[in-house]
């Protein structure tokens, strides 16, 4: 029997470094766009709402995600401190992404996260609004993965 303890460093309480660790981190896993992956960084039974759609547990993020980056095409995301606290990470982030129309959207959000004392998410609330733009408006044109360090973040985009 494996009595183990998974762990996602680092670990609250947080500082400012290790808050912008812990968003660049979740916005790789989040750009790899493989949804086991980004899942295990939350607990077993983490809670979401994500818009309208409530989510629980590991087996329910994969399935949405899934379902998102099949619909969502061409995803890239950028994700920035907004606040922190002891356990708690606010961030506001965009993604761009197109549909299977050739439309592209910027989606623009907030997340506020809540982590167990292992660095593991139990909790994500997000906000998250659509946009439609013509194609000439994108900014993130790194190739599909992470985004490479020398990109610009939000702030540095004007978003």
């Not at 947080?14 to 968003?23: P, Q, R, V």
């Not at 995600?65 to 961030?91: G, N, Q, T």
């Not at 809540?114 to 994108?138: C, T, V, Y």
């Given at each position: 029997m494996n009595t183990a303890v998974e762990s996602r460093p680092p670990f609250p309480p947080?500082?400012?470094?290790?808050?912008?660790?812990?968003?660049?981190?979740?916005?790789?896993?989040?750009?790899?766009?493989?949804?086991?992956?980004?899942?295990?960084?939350?607990?077993?039974?983490?809670?979401?709402?994500?818009?309208?759609?409530?989510?629980?547990?590991?087996?329910?993020?994969?399935?949405?995600?899934?379902?998102?980056?099949?619909?969502?095409?061409?995803?890239?995301?950028?994700?920035?401190?907004?606040?922190?606290?002891?356990?708690?990470?606010?961030?506001?982030?965009?993604?761009?992404?197109?549909?299977?129309?050739?439309?592209?959207?910027?989606?623009?959000?907030?997340?506020?996260?809540?982590?167990?004392?292992?660095?593991?998410?139990?909790?994500?609330?997000?906000?998250?609004?659509?946009?439609?733009?013509?194609?000439?408006?994108?900014?993130?044109?790194?190739?599909?993965?992470?985004?490479?360090?020398?990109?610009?973040?939000?702030?540095?985009?004007?978003?």
């Open positions: 947080f500082d400012m470094e290790s808050a912008e660790t812990k968003i660049r981190m979740a916005e790789d896993g989040w750009n790899s766009r493989e949804p086991e992956r980004v899942s295990l960084a939350y607990t077993v039974d983490s809670l979401w709402r994500n818009r309208a759609e409530f989510v629980q547990g590991r087996e329910q993020i994969v399935d949405f995600l899934s379902r998102k980056w099949v619909r969502e095409l061409e995803y890239r995301l950028i994700k920035e401190l907004w606040a922190y606290s002891v356990d708690r990470i606010a961030v506001r982030f965009a993604y761009e992404w197109r549909d299977d129309s050739g439309q592209w959207y910027r989606s623009y959000g907030n997340e506020n996260w809540w982590f167990d004392e292992h660095g593991l998410m139990k909790q994500r609330h997000a906000s998250i609004n659509d946009r439609p733009i013509d194609e000439s408006e994108r900014k993130f044109f790194w190739p599909q993965g992470q985004r490479p360090a020398d990109h610009p973040g939000l702030i540095e985009l004007g978003l």
